[in-house]
């Protein structure tokens, strides 16, 4: 495993940079340490593995190594341990390519320097934790996944005319499988029902975060060959951008296209969707992956306008400047007190707009903004009230 060019170069820009996106950081925000900014990650990643493998410079880019050679004597710095575990101080939320002119991608190069910190050995507890876990029950979450999916296909029902399929994952048929029926529900209605998949299926994401990119690989591979080449709607960003982009990442081509369920129920809205709006109004929290990772922005503030009457509220940061909740990126395993300061930030953020009820289209963020005490729904849940009348909540 080696850093490739984009990755290689985009640390060697964060190295010269005087941490232009430092204040967007949420893991540096909270820790309050240098090391932890988008800067102190990044120059580690240069300095202790895209230095020693970066290709004969020229140019101007020559003249910028000779500079660095006077700065510092061209140094590299050892990858141990505690290097190796500043590298999983990021929840990949991509927050601070907003302010970046470079348009720089932190998580793609953090994510390789992962890989390279598992081979050698070095990866922290919180990432072997994952590991064993995904050995023993085949994915991350507590609970009994496959009886969990034997009661979603039992008790919802499922078109046999369907050409999409429904990939819940793993967390949400164990943390909320509400959403799940949800979206069964709504894109029926909506003439567009979907099957869901009858096997505890997961996308392995968590295994791609800790570094260990053969175990995802099979992990990733096993999902598309039971899914066959139907087109794919997840409920998670997470799992879309897990069987897209991480797959090609490790050789493995997706058999089909892979959609957020958000985008796959607003593209159906049209004049013709006629129901009575709900009463109520929430907060949004647009979660990291699905914004800024997918670009996917409207299409769940499309189901919350036509689903309540009082529609919804922004955050005081949102879309592309959205705060991140600390659900991802593994930072939960690694840095859990990190991880719920994120988390207990972003909910007083949400709760400033003076709403308690919080609407968001994510099972990572649902279960990270409800630990900080929100009343947490997914925009999903919403659309199928709206589109279909409340149905009683079923224990999972
Ligand atoms: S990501 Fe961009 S703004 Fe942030 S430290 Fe790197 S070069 Fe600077
Ligand atoms: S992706 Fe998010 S957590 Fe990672 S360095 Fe950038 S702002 Fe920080």
């Not at 939320?93 to 070095?122: F, K, M, S, Y």
């Not at 013709?272 to 409207?298: F, K, S």
């Not at 589109?387 to 909540?393: D, F, I, K, R």
Request: a negative charge; proline letters at 7%.
């Amino acid at each position: 495993m080696s850093i490739d060019r984009a990755a290689t170069d985009a640390a060697e820009r964060c190295l010269y940079c005087p941490k232009m996106c430092r204040f967007a950081c949420p893991v540096a925000h909270e820790s309050a340490r240098e090391t932890l900014t988008p800067w102190g990650k990044m120059s580690l990643v240069s300095l202790a593995l895209a230095r020693s493998q970066a290709p004969l410079p020229s140019g101007v880019e020559q003249i910028f190594r000779k500079a660095r050679a006077l700065f510092d004597g061209g140094a590299a710095w050892p990858l141990d341990a505690d290097a190796a575990e500043i590298l999983y101080a990021c929840t990949g939320c991509l927050r601070c390519r907003t302010w970046c002119e470079h348009e720089n991608d932190v998580p793609h190069a953090l994510l390789q320097a992962r890989a390279i910190a598992a081979e050698r050995g070095l990866a922290p507890a919180g990432a072997h934790a994952v590991v064993e876990r995904f050995e023993r029950h085949g994915h991350t979450q507590q609970g009994d996944l496959a009886q969990a999916i034997a009661r979603l296909t039992e008790d919802s029902a499922v078109s046999p005319g369907s050409t999409s399929v429904l990939f819940a994952g793993c967390e949400a048929p164990l943390s909320n499988p509400n959403s799940v029926r949800a979206t069964l529900r709504a894109a029926s209605r909506l003439n567009a029902p979907l099957a869901l998949a009858k096997e505890p299926l997961c996308c392995g994401r968590p295994l791609f975060e800790a570094g260990f990119r053969d175990r995802f690989k099979k992990e990733v591979s096993r999902a598309w060959e039971r899914l066959g080449d139907r087109e794919v709607v997840a409920l998670s960003a997470t799992c879309v951008r897990a069987l897209t982009e991480d797959a090609r990442a490790v050789g493995v081509e997706p058999r089909g296209p892979v959609i957020h369920a958000t985008t796959y129920l607003a593209r159906r809205l049209g004049p013709d969707v006629q129901a009575l709006p709900l009463p109520g109004r929430v907060a949004w929290h647009d979660p990291c992956q699905l914004g800024r990772g997918l670009g996917e922005y409207d299409s769940p503030r499309r189901l919350l306008e036509a689903s309540l009457a009082a529609g919804y509220v922004e955050a005081p940061t949102s879309r592309e400047q959205a705060n991140c909740c600390g659900a991802g990126g593994l930072v939960p395993e690694t840095y859990p007190e990190l991880a719920q300061a994120m988390a207990m930030s972003r909910a007083d953020e949400l709760r400033s707009t003076g709403l308690e009820k919080v609407a968001t289209a994510c099972p990572s963020c649902a279960r990270a903004l409800s630990a900080a005490g929100l009343d947490v729904v997914d925009v999903v849940e919403l659309a199928a009230d709206w589109l279909c009348g409340p149905e009683p909540a079923k224990e999972p």
